[in-house]
């Protein structure tokens, strides 16, 4: 084969490749890669090698073929080595706003006032179950009494502490 002469000459023979070994080069990125749209990546970038290298096409050494085939294993290959290289990307979808912790300090705050204020067999109920995570029938055995006694009073203390809550809010 002739030496290709002008720049145009080399677009027509990639333009050639790529309509002739497009989809054999698509396939076998896409079993490399896994994936489509990186494929469709590396057959594009394997085009721009081949029309930077040209003249390797035309040696009449080797199969144009087996050369395409080569270049998108090594893009791939390239591609996976310089992902191991580099630490872990943050995705854009990460949370990176500063949270406040104002709002759950108050929250802590307003609940200890509330708890302050109840009957003392409310709030030990209350806290054995909520800050010791005591099972009723726990708590129960704990400080002697039936297990319904227990419940209700639990029920009792958050129907105070929710109506406490709403007289609060309504305040501030």
Known sequence: MRALSDSGEAEALVRDLFQDKRAAMLAYARQLTRNHAEAEDVVQEAMVRAWQ???????????????????????????????????????????????????????????????????????????????????????ARDLGVPSGTVKSRSHRAIRQMRQRRAGLDRTA
């Open 53 to 139: 290298h040209h003249a390797a096409l035309l040696n009449g050494k080797g199969s144009v073929y087996g050369w395409l085939m080569t270049v998108v294993r090594n893009i791939v290959h390239d591609r996976y080595r310089a992902r191991a290289a580099r630490p872990q990307e943050v995705s854009v979808d990460a949370d990176l706003t500063v949270h406040d912790h104002a709002d759950a300090v108050v929250d802590r705050v307003l609940v200890r006032d509330v708890l302050r204020g109840l009957r003392a067999e409310h709030r030990d109920v209350l806290e054995r179950m909520y800050f010791a995570n005591a099972t009723p029938s726990e708590v």
